[in-house]
């Protein structure tokens, strides 16, 4: 059903805000897909697309297929988006095995498109390798780390002392850290925090870092790990449909991750999410405190 | 008619051929973003098979191609060739005579803007209004 030549055809159906329905059957039928889903994520500038265009080049040479979700930001004001990692990132026409498709963020501020987190799932069922390519990151936008089955966070050199590390957010997600344009220096201090650290100027490192996320692939439980990213996922997909009102119905993040981590763990995501949207109702709306 | 047709219009920019001067696509592409569209600005020195790839994987409703390197009756031609049976539009800008003008017509492109068209907001217009009618969309929506 799903193999590589789909693939545009798949996302033209999942960013398509009014077939969601047929999305949410492509979802189920794909599962659990066997593909490595990879985010790299970073401060803008910091050498992401250019990693990637080295990486897809030597996950290809090495004969795997290889899937690129690129997000962007949509501009506030107009809602439009320019989507330029496509030009950055090399890639042969005639070569059916790379497949980059750039994505507009909207108005959402963790770093993922609306429907990136649905075409990662399908895409896994057909690539060798799906990598997500977040929008360039602050300190807080974290939301890769949901749906990827290992995260690599990009620090470009002189990026801080230790104490931005010690902060919350970016620097709790990543499995493998990439010290970019390690030609230019190092940031101190990273190697503190318990993951690999892989420097890299392409193609110097390229090969040590495919090595570092492949160990971190062979070291995952990928059932527990997929199961989470349902979770995640159809949770996240609820609050952006219902916002916090939704949440409160259910009783706080708290008491919908516990109530989304009692169903059966085969649930697809879409199930899932339609569990929900199911408790929402029978919870009632009269629990809105502003509506009382 | 982002809304009508269900996802953001999406737009792909590029030059193909040998042709560095990336200006004039550089402003359509902003200018397509600040009217609401995704744009795919794929950049300079593309080969035709590059571009149809790219206009077909990333699933765009119009492609915009700027040359002005003077090899447009070879290039652009060459492009509608690469897309095949895809039924994505494409609209040429850059320097293109007037006498050129009917046989890259008769080649499939929809529309051919020079710089006698400097107003660029109504490019825009032409290109939702293109994208409305191949969609079967009306451009109120």
């Known amino acids: ?292 | 008619v982002s809304e009508a047709l269900g996802r953001t219009l999406k737009i792909l920019v590029g030059k193909p051929g040998l042709d560095g001067h990336s200006n004039g696509a550089e402003q359509i592409a902003v200018r397509a973003r600040d009217a609401g569209m995704d744009v795919v600005y794929e950049g300079i020195r593309l080969t035709p098979a590059q571009i149809a790839r790219s206009a077909l994987d990333e699933g765009v409703h119009v492609i915009g191609l700027s040359i002005l390197s003077g090899s447009h009756r070879e290039l652009i031609p060459a492009v509608m060739e690469a897309l095949g049976d895809a039924d994505v539009p494409v609209v040429v800008g850059g320097i293109i005579p007037e006498s050129d003008v009917p046989a890259l017509r008769a080649a499939g492109v929809a529309a051919v803007y020079t710089p006698k068209d400097f107003d660029i907001n109504r490019i825009m217009r032409d290109i939702v209004a293109l994208v409305a009618e191949r969609h079967g969309v009306s451009t109120a929506a």
Do not use: C
């Open chain 1, 1 to 292: 059903v799903i193999d590589v030549s789909a693939a545009p055809a798949i996302l033209n159906l999942l960013e398509n805000r009014a077939r969601r329905e047929e999305a949410a059957q492509l979802v189920r039928e794909a599962g659990d897909g066997a593909g490595h889903i990879i985010g790299i994520t970073g401060p803008p500038g910091s050498g992401k697309s250019t990693l990637l265009s080295a990486l897809a080049k030597a996950w290809r040479a090495g004969g795997r297929t290889v899937a690129i979700l690129a997000v962007d930001p949509s501009s506030k004001r107009s809602g439009g988006a320019l989507l330029g990692d496509r030009a950055r990132i090399e890639h042969d026409p005639a070569d059916r095995g790379l497949f980059i498709r750039s994505m507009a963020a909207g108005e959402r501020l963790g770093g993922l498109a609306p429907a990136t987190r649905a075409a990662a799932t399908v895409l896994a069922a057909a690539f060798d390798v799906v990598v997500i390519e977040t929008v360039g990151v602050g300190q807080s936008e974290t939301e890769v780390a949901e749906i990827a089955d290992t995260v690599a966070v990009v620090v470009p050199p002189a990026a801080g002392d230790a104490l931005q590390y010690m902060k919350a957010g970016i620097m709790e997600v990543p499995d493998v850290i990439v010290a970019t344009k390690a030609d230019l220096g190092a940031t101190p201090g990273l190697e503190t925090l318990g993951v690999p650290v892989v420097p890299t100027s392409p193609p110097a490192g390229v090969g040590e870092l495919i090595a570092a996320l492949d160990a971190h692939r062979a070291s995952l439980d990928l059932v527990q790990t997929r199961l989470r990213a349902r979770r995640a996922g159809a949770l996240a997909d609820f609050v952006s449909e219902y916002g916090e009102s939704g949440l409160r119905a259910l009783g706080g993040r708290r008491a919908a991750r516990a109530f989304l981590s009692e169903q059966d763990p085969s649930s697809d995501g879409p199930t899932l999410y339609g569990l929900l949207v199911q408790r929402r109702w029978s919870a009632g709306v009269s629990q809105d405190p502003l509506r009382e």
